[in-house]
């Protein structure tokens, strides 16, 4: 989810920039303030989407919205681990690096044993 990601203040600015223009070319475009755009793009206003997307096709551009499955993995596991001392924490990133250790270490053994040729028994 894009806007999720991505704020409407960021993604006027981003327009703006990406097109070369300063607040105030964008402003004459869209049929507004400086100030206006200011406004919007410090966060210090909230449009809706239908005025976001006139400001971002006044630099050029379009916004491009999707329903996607909601997936709130990340967010669960930061949670989770937000709720871990930091000693638990760092147990935890030591124990992933010894498990990815080990599976590099398989990955190289395993193309070792591939790579010698096997020899004839009686």
């Given at each position: 989810m894009?806007?999720?990601?991505?704020?409407?203040?960021?993604l006027?600015?981003?327009?703006?920039?990406?097109?070369?223009?300063?607040q105030?070319?964008?402003?004459?475009?869209?049929?507004?303030?400086?100030?206006?755009?200011a406004?919007?793009?410090?966060g210090?206003?909230?449009?809706s989407?239908?005025?976001?997307?006139?400001?971002?096709?006044?630099?050029?551009f379009?916004?491009?919205?999707?329903?996607?499955?909601?997936?709130?993995?990340?967010?669960?596991?930061?949670?989770?681990?937000?709720?871990l001392?930091?000693?638990?924490?760092?147990?935890?990133?030591?124990?992933?690096?010894?498990?990815?250790?080990a599976?590099r270490?398989?990955?190289?053994?395993?193309?070792?044993?591939?790579?010698r040729?096997?020899?004839?028994?009686?």
């Open positions: 894009l806007l999720s990601v991505m704020r409407g203040t960021h006027v600015r981003e327009a703006r920039k990406r097109a070369g223009l300063t105030a070319e964008l402003a004459a475009r869209a049929g507004t303030t400086q100030s206006a755009i406004r919007v793009e410090s210090a206003v909230s449009p989407l239908e005025r976001l997307t006139e400001l971002v096709q006044a630099a050029g379009d916004i491009e919205v999707r329903l996607v499955p909601y997936d709130d993995h990340d967010l669960t596991m930061a949670l989770r681990n937000r709720a001392t930091p000693e638990q924490r760092l147990e935890n990133m030591l124990a992933f690096q010894r498990f990815a250790a599976g270490e398989a990955m190289v053994a395993s193309k070792g044993s591939a790579r040729p096997r020899t004839k028994t009686a």
